[in-house]
């Protein structure tokens, strides 16, 4: 090991550099125990924030339009007794819908 202390990695802010050199070894043990698992833990979230997206691309419905978001859903409207689907989304304040067809007792 070198006589010389540690250089800091350039994203660390001066405040936490200062705190961690004002740090005993123990606490400093326990920061580096905490931080090895707190990234551990927000990798493991952001990793299954992507697969969920992953899944959602997947699950692109085969009769969605091109110009209906993935995240639309199917709603049932009723007009003069009849029903009919609608794809659904919102856009910023605004609930978009666009025809799909109507409700078959099929289905």
Known sequence: MSCEPPTPPASLTTEIVNTLNESTPERLHDV??????LAEHKQRED???EEADQDEVE?????LPDDVPTKATITIKEINDNRYYY????EGDKVRSQYKGPVSSDR
């Open 87 to 90: 794809w659904q989304w919102r």
């Open 59 to 63: 699950e692109r419905q085969d009769d």
């Open 32 to 37: 580096a125990t905490y931080a090895e698992a």
């Open 47 to 49: 990793r299954l924030e």
